[in-house]
């Protein structure tokens, strides 16, 4: 987010609303399949950062 300058609003069409939102970035809850398609189409994020596991972000 940081490195494109967004701010967590603009994450909201493609996760959902605020709540949600802050939910996958505590990772409380994680990302949907049609999250993974949003963020890739709308934000160009590679899809290989939006699937990892999370053992492989924090091992």
Known sequence: MQQAG???KALEPYIGHSG???EVLN????????MI???WKG???PLESLIQSSD???P
């Open 6 to 8: 967004l701010e967590r």
């Open 20 to 22: 949600r939102v802050s």
């Open 27 to 34: 990772p409380k809850r994680p990302l949907t399949l049609e």
């Open 37 to 39: 398609r949003k963020l």
């Open 43 to 45: 934000l160009h994020i």
């Open 56 to 58: 492989d972000v924090n």
